[in-house]
């Protein structure tokens, strides 16, 4: 069974991805741009959800 949690979407999102990618350390664009191409998460590294030890948040101004 594949897991999934959606983020955010809307045409917004060119702020939420560096932000969260920023957050967790994981290059989440590039990641997405393979896939686009057919390259599956498993065999990119990226097989399991990001364990952190705090908290990120986003003040918009």
Same mark, same amino acid.
């Given at each position: ?10 045409? !917004? ?5 560096? #932000? ?11 990641? +997405?741009? =393979?896939?686009?191409t057919? !390259?599956?998460?498993k065999?990119?590294? #990226? ?11 986003? +003040?918009? =101004?």
């Amino acid at each position: 069974m594949i897991r999934s949690n959606m983020t955010e979407v809307n045409p !917004r999102a060119s702020r939420t991805i560096p #932000f969260v990618s920023k957050s967790i350390g994981i290059p989440l664009a590039g990641l +997405v741009a =393979l896939c686009m191409t057919g !390259r599956k998460l498993k065999a990119l590294g #990226f097989s399991h959800e990001a364990k952190l030890s705090y908290i990120g948040f986003f +003040v918009g =101004l």
